[in-house]
């Protein structure tokens, strides 16, 4: 199993209101199986509903959505790392894709000052679902704590099997 995304966090904290989504962008350098998000949450609620969201990036922006985690309620304590998974893994192509939170209340979560327009939200209500496409979004310097789990996969080449004639 191998990880894209950002698996570390500085004391940067942000928070975001209920029925916003919020990713960052991350290059995945080989293809593979996605099989859960795990994202960091400074602090506890009990009744929060968040799901995770892989957006295909166009450039620098999010575009099509190609996964959405199962649900989880209750984000149990504060400062924890929350596994996200898929009801069924997802194949991605090597590229650049937003991970991203998608949540029914305010939440709070660390990450890292990294640099400008790194991360992009937008309000999206959560009772029904995330948008596809992602849609016009906000752009920020901090970068979610949030990282994607997966087996990396091979192309496998067939090849004609050599004949030769000899006379």
């Known amino acids: 199993m191998a990880t894209f995304g950002r698996t570390t966090f500085e004391l ?14 991350f290059a995945l350098v080989e293809a593979g199986d996605v099989t859960k998000l795990t994202a960091h949450f400074r602090l506890a609620h009990a009744t929060a509903k968040v799901r995770g969201l892989i957006y295909a990036a166009s450039g620098t922006e999010p575009a099509a959505l190609v996964a959405v985690t199962n649900e989880k309620i209750g984000i149990p304590s504060n400062n924890i790392w929350v596994d996200l998974p898929l009801a069924a893994p997802v194949s991605l192509s090597a590229g650049n894709y937003f991970l991203c939170l998608h949540g029914n209340t305010a939440l709070e979560g660390l990450g890292s000052n990294s640099g400008v327009g790194v991360n992009r939200f937008n309000t ?10 992602f849609g016009a979004a906000t ?11 997966y087996t990396a ?3 496998v080449t067939r090849r004609r099997p050599l004949v030769a004639f000899c006379g």
């Not at 029925?19 to 962008?25: F, Q, V």
């Not at 999206?124 to 496409?133: K, S």
């Open 139 to 149: 752009s920020s310097s901090y970068e979610r704590a949030i990282y994607a789990t």
């Open 153 to 155: 996969t091979v192309a």
């Open 124 to 133: 999206d209500t959560y009772a029904d679902g995330a948008t596809n496409p």
């Open 12 to 25: 940067q904290a942000v928070s975001y209101p209920a029925d916003t989504k919020i990713g960052s962008r």
